[in-house]
């Protein structure tokens, strides 16, 4: 039994699941959703050849996957009123809608990759900018995007679309999957990388870009987005702040 790796990827699920949390310092909480605010929007992107320029942004699920079938998640969430300041911690987390793996998946676990849209990037080039759509984003226009499932477009740019910067990695273990499970894929605890991203930004939101590094073309762990209509949460943003 791979103890460390299991360990690893409990020990946050077992966080999540803890409810309210007793700060010993008085941090407060705030939940974001990609179902809050005028900023908030949802989409996975299809880069298959009969889906590259077709529009995902009103399913109830969104899925990254790859192995060949090339599908990225974009989340955007809106930050207004969010004092960036004080945001002592942050946490991603998606919410398992349906599944369908395979045996190979089940044991050694699905690991995915959050890129984050570099801040103002702007439209060109037949890309959107950070401004992007939830009903016009497909995998054919989408920021930052590049025709390699696992992968955004990395770098410090801004125009054409943009770049993006990795913010993690994070290996879901199958021994855990359950349909209505939610996974944290980014926890700044440990990696301060997505505090600096949030605490960059200058125009009340951002965009995160989700990618699979790990699975095969047959396994589908699909996660709830906004539309979802049976009860399962949206994608998530928690943010801890100091007092
Ligand atoms: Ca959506
Ligand atoms: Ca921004």
């Known amino acids: 039994m791979p103890y460390p790796r299991l360990l690893r990827n409990l020990v946050p699920c077992l966080l ?3 409810g309210p949390v007793l700060f010993a310092d008085s941090l407060s909480r705030k939940v974001l959703s990609t179902a809050d605010g005028g900023w ?7 880069g298959t050849t009969q889906a590259t ?7 109830q699920i969104i899925a990254a996957k790859d192995g060949g079938a090339r599908r990225k998640i ?25 599944m369908d793996l395979t ?3 089940q044991v050694d676990g699905i690991t995915f990759r959050v890129f984050g849209l570099n801040d103002g990037a702007r439209a060109g080039a037949a890309r959107l900018g950070e401004d992007w759509p939830e009903m016009e984003i497909t995998y054919g226009n989408a920021p930052a ?13 801004i125009e054409r679309g943009g770049q993006a910067r990795i913010l993690g990695q994070s290996t879901l273990q199958g021994s855990l999957f359950s349909v209505g499970q939610s996974f944290t894929l980014l926890d700044s605890v440990g990696d301060p990388r997505v505090l600096n991203f949030l605490r960059a930004d200058t125009n009340g939101h951002v965009t995160f870009i989700i990618t699979r590094v790990r699975g095969s073309p047959d396994d589908n762990l699909l996660f709830a987005a906004r539309e979802h209509t049976r009860g ?12």
């Open 40 to 46: 908030g929007a949802d989409a996975q992107v299809n």
């Open 232 to 243: 399962h949460a949206p994608p998530t943003l928690e943010l801890d702040f100091h007092p």
């Open 16 to 18: 999540l699941s803890t």
């Open 145 to 157: 995007n590049v025709h390699d499932e696992r992968m955004a477009s990395v770098g410090a740019g």
């Open 53 to 59: 320029h077709q529009n995902f942004g009103g399913s």
């Open 74 to 98: 974009y989340l955007r969430f809106d930050l207004k009123g969010v004092p960036l300041d004080r945001i002592a911690a942050a946490r991603l987390r998606l919410t398992i809608a349906s």
């Open 103 to 105: 045996q190979s998946a």
